[in-house]
């Protein structure tokens, strides 16, 4: 019996060493796995701050490009002649309005892919990064592949049409016969709608999502 109960009672301090090795090797695995959760939710965080300074610059750069439509308006319908404008601001950077809003998601892909992201059990922070890089990204995708076709089909054609004219009256005369009156128009009022409902949305989640890993991470 003695010999039975010493054996018991080392078969069960080796399994409780075991039991402890196995829980202590899970434990710094979880630990290592929220060490480098952290750094990932650290990297996102740059990326959306660059991210929002970039939306601010494409908004305000299409900003510019709309003043510079409502300027090339103003001579179809004759409200300006050439005498009466900056010669410099009509021509320079009439490509403005053209420029689309690219994000950043190498830290969240390299998150994702790597799985840790999935060991995140704060639910706010869940649901915007999902609203973010999921619900938003595709917007800003769709909508900046039918901006660009858009773009492709009719910008060019008068950029070329305007930089092959030799003299500022000539360019000036281009804009006034009408001639690219309707892209304009399609041009401006696209731009307005991508700012106004695009580049909105995917401010106020990156804006959500960067408070929310603040909050997670601080």
Do not use: C
Request: charged share 25%.
């Amino acid at each position: 019996m003695n010999i039975l109960a010493r054996g018991g009672i080392e078969f069960l301090a080796v399994l409780l060493g075991i039991t402890i090795s196995l829980w202590v090797d899970e434990n710094s695995k979880k630990k290592d796995i929220q060490l480098s959760l952290k750094n990932d939710l650290i990297n996102i965080k740059a990326d959306l701050e660059n991210d929002l300074a970039e939306i601010d610059r494409i908004d305000s750069l299409k900003s510019l490009g709309i003043e510079q439509i409502n300027e090339y308006q103003k001579i179809i319908s004759g409200t300006i002649k050439l005498s009466q404008i900056d010669t410099s601001i009509l021509l320079d950077g009439y490509g403005d309005v053209t420029l689309s809003f690219f994000p950043m998601g190498s830290s969240y892909l390299v998150s994702l892919n790597s799985g840790r992201i999935n060991y995140i059990e704060n639910l706010n922070l869940i649901t915007a990064l999902s609203k973010y890089y999921q619900n938003s990204y595709e917007r800003i995708k769709a909508n900046n592949y039918l901006f660009d076709e858009f773009v492709n089909k009719h910008f060019f054609s008068f950029v070329a049409t305007i930089e092959n004219k030799n003299t500022i009256q000539e360019k000036f005369n281009v804009i006034q016969s009408g001639r690219f009156s309707d892209y304009f128009n399609e041009a401006k009022q696209r731009a307005i709608t991508y700012q106004d409902y695009v580049l909105l949305d995917v401010r106020s989640s990156a804006e959500n999502l960067l408070i929310e890993i603040i909050n997670h991470i601080e």
